[in-house]
């Protein structure tokens, strides 16, 4: 079955300890993404790739780091959480064109306390 | 990479109303999609508009694009219960694919 995978689905940490969320797909696309969802302010790009090794910037990617050493995976890393990064992250993934779907995870809600 | 903005914030209908709800965006697109979201759970795409359509059905689902207004209307017709979600559009640019969305509309039906 074509899915994305986030692990895990909840998580509870405190401030500093670092923590991985991973994000997998078996659709063999090009285009992976992060994405923050807060209560009324819609869901937020943090990072994206377009291949492996090639990553950029979202709109809000301070705090967080991702790697793309794999077409398939795109691990988001809080190398030190704060409680202003308790949220509900998607990962997202797509062949990149302009008329691709984005395929999303069921989403990990992490709390920092 | 722009973001639409859907309008209204939210919407309750009684079951078997139609449910229309809007998005509008600032600059030239090569598509617009809708994606539904179900509480908590990753969105789901619903459909793709072109730049050079006007109208797309699919299902209970009418998408219109007007460029010249810069605005997509999402149509539910004959809602159902199942349909309780929130509603995102997503302009996609000419050339930039990244995807970006608002804060959605929610959508109630009642029973």
């Known amino acids: 079955e074509a899915q994305v995978t986030q692990n895990p689905r909840y998580l509870i940490t405190v401030t500093g300890k670092k923590l991985t969320v991973t994000c997998s797909q078996n659709m063999n696309h090009e285009y992976m993404s992060w994405y923050r969802q807060d209560p009324g302010l819609g869901l937020r790009q943090i990072y994206y790739s377009m291949n492996v090794e090639v990553t950029d910037k979202g709109d809000v990617p301070e705090g967080y780091k991702v790697s793309r050493k794999e077409k398939r995976n795109f691990p988001l890393i809080l190398e030190s959480p704060s409680p202003n990064q308790t949220s509900l992250y998607f990962c997202?993934?797509?062949f990149g064109t302009g008329d691709s779907p984005l395929h999303f995870g069921n989403g990990t809600r992490l709390t920092v306390t | 990479s722009q973001q639409g903005e859907e309008d209204p914030q939210a919407l309750s209908i009684q079951e078997g109303e139609n449910a229309t709800m809007n998005c509008s965006y600032k600059?030239?697109?090569?598509?617009l999609q809708w994606y539904r979201q179900n509480s908590g759970r990753g969105l789901v795409h619903l459909i793709l508009?072109?730049?050079?359509?006007r109208e797309k059905h699919s299902g209970r689902l009418r998408v219109t694009l007007d460029t010249s207004k810069k605005s997509s209307s999402l149509l539910i017709t004959a809602s159902r219960a199942a349909d309780t979600a929130s509603y995102f559009c997503a302009p996609v640019l000419s050339n930039d694919y990244k995807l970006s969305f608002g804060a959605g509309t929610t959508v109630t039906v009642r029973a």
């Open positions: 600059t030239s697109i090569n598509n």
């Open positions: 997202a993934s797509s």
């Open positions: 508009i072109r730049s050079n359509e």
